[in-house]
């Protein structure tokens, strides 16, 4: 498979899992966590997939399409690993999307090693996560794919529905 038809798959994957992630929290309370803007795709669709919900973004370094760049009290710069054990959101998370990948299968996997365990407690029980890498989430359960999104390409994941499972 070329690169181009591999990327082509991965952001076909991408939308359908954003767009399922959307439909399971429809009815959940709570902002959304945008772990990874780049060049900010995800983050424009996720805003009208998700429109009136407060979306926060984590990002290292700004690289995003200037109309996809989110407001500044919305933009959280930094690491990962430093910024989130620190924010104040306003309610607990009902959807968090990490699309953390580098490029670098064996860095991909140590980074979301890291970040795993301080996810939890930023959301809310039933709260959706979608994921370019495989999370270790004790007590979560891996959601089905949508149709047509190859086992491993994306993941999803859903938080006990119940507080201390």
């Known amino acids: 498979m070329s690169r181009l038809d591999s990327a082509i798959r991965r952001l076909i994957a991408q939308r359908a899992c954003l767009d399922r992630a959307a439909h399971l929290v429809h009815r959940l309370p709570g902002p959304v966590l945008e ?6 795709r995800s983050y424009d669709h996720l805003r009208t997939r998700l429109a009136g919900r407060d979306i926060f973004v984590f990002e290292r370094t700004l690289a995003a399409h200037p109309d996809c760049i989110p407001p500044a009290d919305r933009l959280i710069m930094g690491d990962f690993l430093e910024t989130l054990p620190h924010i104040h959101l306003p309610a607990p998370a009902a959807f968090i999307h ?18 795993a365990p301080l996810l939890p407690p930023l959301a809310a029980p039933g709260a959706v996560l979608a994921s370019d890498q495989p999370l270790p ?3 979560w359960t891996e959601e089905p794919l949508p149709p047509g999104v190859a086992p491993g390409r994306y993941r999803l994941y859903r938080h006990p529905e119940e507080q201390g499972s």
């Open 137 to 139: 989430l004790p007590g």
């Open 35 to 40: 772990l990874g803007l780049g060049n900010g």
């Open 98 to 115: 990490a699309d953390i990948g580098t490029g670098d299968k064996a860095a991909s996997l140590a980074l979301a090693a890291a970040l």
